[in-house]
């Protein structure tokens, strides 16, 4: 089967086997504040000005933010998607290096910055510090098997919601193109319609997505293997 067949199939059935986890819907926000970091990211690079971001109970998120240029905001608009299936990627790659320790205090110092001086609406804020106190009680435990089992399930959501994200955008973009969110955005700003932006991000974060499960299945370090299974001799 086309590796990339493959690679669709697996993300549709990480999508049904993530929801069936308590608790999951929690962590789909992971995925909402990378992207809404993204753009921030982006902006602060532009010499820009970040007011704010407000994440919702619904996943969906928002960055206000200021540039001097109107296009600026093109990258800007770009950013969202594209650094969230990065994000995935990141951690799928430190997953295949043993580094799980080190994507769970990534994501945990990520978390706290935006605390500290982007997330400014009360759901943000509470999220941010529950996902803060979860995943630094989680880094830290003496359980090898439970820091694993945390890191895939934020991994894998992460990489799942990077995908259909944009492919809930091309549904909009056919449907209501002025309420597709980046991609109305996009158009607004090229004259090049939602619909060509929407599928765009597709295509990015599908190529993203294959990277990913290519780092998920390439054998992992000997080192990172002989010291899991001393550490369950131990226990």
Same mark, same amino acid.
């Not at 602060?44 to 969906?60: N, P, R, T």
């Not at 001097?68 to 790659?93: D, K, R, V």
């Not at 509470?126 to 945390?150: D, H, K, N």
């Given at each position: 089967?086309?590796?990339?067949?493959?690679?669709?199939?697996? %993300?549709?059935?990480?999508?049904?086997?993530?929801? =069936?986890?308590?608790?999951?819907?929690?962590?789909?926000?992971?995925?909402?504040?990378?992207?809404? !970091?993204?753009?921030?990211?982006?902006?602060?690079?532009?010499?820009?000005k970040?007011? #704010?971001?407000?994440?919702?109970?619904?996943?969906?998120?928002?960055?206000?933010?200021?540039?001097?240029?109107?296009?600026?905001?093109?990258?800007?608009?770009?950013?969202?998607?594209?650094?969230?299936?990065?994000?995935?990627?990141?951690? !799928?790659?430190?997953?295949?290096?043993?580094?799980?320790?080190v994507?769970l205090?990534?994501?945990?110092?990520?978390?706290?910055?935006?605390?500290?001086? =982007? /997330?400014?609406?009360? =759901?943000?804020?509470?999220?941010? %510090?529950? =996902?803060?106190? /979860?995943?630094?009680?989680?880094?830290?435990?003496?359980?090898?098997? $439970?820091?694993?089992? #945390? #890191?895939?399930?934020?991994?894998? %959501?992460? $990489?799942?919601?990077?995908?259909?994200?944009?492919?809930?955008?091309?549904?909009?973009?056919?449907?209501?193109?002025?309420?597709?969110?980046?991609?109305?955005?996009?158009?607004?700003?090229?004259?090049?319609?939602?619909?060509?932006?929407?599928?765009? !991000?597709?295509?990015?974060?599908?190529?993203?997505?294959?990277?990913?499960?290519?780092? !998920?299945?390439?054998?992992?370090?000997?080192?990172?293997?002989?010291?899991?299974?001393?550490?369950?001799?131990?226990?």
């Amino acid at each position: 089967m086309n590796r990339w067949w493959k690679t669709i199939l697996f %993300i549709v059935g990480a999508a049904v086997l993530t929801r =069936f986890i308590p608790f999951s819907s929690f962590f789909r926000s992971v995925d909402t504040l990378i992207h809404e !970091f993204g753009h921030a990211l982006m902006t602060l690079l532009l010499s820009g000005k970040v007011w #704010y971001i407000h994440l919702f109970a619904d996943h969906s998120g928002v960055t206000y933010s200021s540039a001097a240029h109107a296009w600026q905001f093109i990258p800007i608009a770009l950013a969202g998607y594209l650094t969230s299936a990065l994000f995935a990627m990141l951690l !799928f790659f430190l997953y295949s290096r043993g580094r799980t320790q080190v994507g769970l205090i990534v994501l945990t110092v990520l978390t706290a910055v935006c605390l500290l001086f =982007f /997330l400014r609406n009360s =759901f943000g804020v509470t999220w941010g %510090i529950g =996902f803060i106190l /979860l995943s630094g009680a989680v880094c830290f435990a003496p359980w090898r098997w $439970l820091q694993e089992f #945390y #890191y895939l399930l934020v991994a894998f %959501i992460c $990489l799942v919601e990077s995908v259909l994200s944009p492919l809930i955008l091309v549904m909009l973009s056919v449907q209501s193109p002025s309420q597709a969110g980046d991609a109305a955005n996009l158009a607004r700003m090229t004259a090049i319609p939602a619909l060509f932006w929407s599928l765009l !991000f597709v295509l990015a974060t599908i190529a993203c997505a294959r990277v990913s499960m290519s780092l !998920f299945f390439k054998p992992r370090p000997v080192r990172e293997q002989v010291r899991t299974s001393a550490w369950h001799q131990r226990n």
